[in-house]
């Protein structure tokens, strides 16, 4: 009788350890098809997300390449005047063309015939009156020849200019215009303006320590812009000088 109860003991432990095995085969079955269901689920929903952001970054870069196209294909049919609004050209007699030849409004520019850096302050208080939202500084061919070759002189009164300025429209981005090269008869009267390129790298490195805008006008000179005294220039040379300007500051 005992033997009979082992028997059967081992029989129902037996079957018992199937039937959990069955059902742990089961279990584990419906266990990774429900993973296997979820995670393609998943994939087919993270492709869905990809396949609309990549549709989205195609319609904005479409929309993008459009408005250039736009951008380049329009003329700016703005006037020099229109361009210059808001804006004042500082200087000596070179930059009093712009007036004189009616390139800019008045209300744009302030120079005067023979000045000096040092003799500015009726200059900065028009200047300051007019609050322009960008100052261009076009000066310093009379000054070359005062400091007859003495470069830290001239950069240490260009300097002083930059900074009452600065003080005064402190609002304004200001621009420096190289000092415009002569004619070879001019250099055999003023032997110091030979030196006009040495003044030049000064005042552009004294712009690169400043943070402020240097502009290189020396290729715009043609010699069939200069009047009869080396000097100065034609009219038809300033609309030239203004885009040249104009480009730079973005104007």
């Known amino acids: 009788m005992k033997r009979m109860n082992q028997r059967t003991k081992k029989r129902i432990l037996l079957c018992a ?15 990774v ?3 296997l269901e979820k995670r393609a689920d998943t994939s087919a929903g993270l492709e869905y997300i990809r396949q609309e952001e990549e ?19 329009e003329e700016d049919t703005r006037s020099i005047k229109e361009k210059f609004a808001g804006t004042v050209v500082m200087g000596d007699s070179v930059a009093a063309g712009f007036a004189e030849y009616d390139i800019l409004n008045m209300s744009s520019v302030t120079a005067e015939i023979g000045i000096h850096l040092d003799e500015l302050e009726n200059q900065i208080a028009q200047v300051k009156g007019l609050s322009p939202g960008i100052i261009f500084l076009a000066m310093g061919t ?3 020849t005062a400091t007859n070759g003495d470069v830290d002189a001239f950069i240490s009164e260009y300097r002083a200019v930059i ?11 200001i621009f420096v215009n190289s000092i ?13 303006l030979e030196k006009i390129p040495e003044y030049n790298s000064a005042l552009k490195d ?28 034609k009219a038809d040379f300033y609309p030239v000088w203004a885009e040249r300007m104009a480009e730079v500051a973005a104007l």
Request: glycine residues 6%; proline residues 3%; charged residues 25%.
């Open 33 to 35: 098809g429900s993973l």
């Open 55 to 73: 549709g989205d970054i195609t319609a904005i870069e479409e929309k993008i390449s459009l408005l250039e196209q736009q951008d380049n294909n």
């Open 163 to 173: 900074t009452q300025l600065q003080e005064e429209v402190p609002d304004a981005h």
């Open 180 to 192: 415009f090269p002569v004619q070879e008869k001019v250099l055999a009267e003023e032997p110091a």
């Open 17 to 31: 350890g199937a039937v959990a095995v069955v059902f742990a085969a089961v279990f584990i079955i419906r266990g």
């Open 142 to 144: 009379n000054d070359v």
């Open 206 to 233: 004294m712009c690169d320590r400043l943070t402020i805008g240097f502009i290189d006008n020396t290729e715009l000179v043609e010699e069939q812009y200069y009047e009869e005294d080396g000097t100065h220039f």
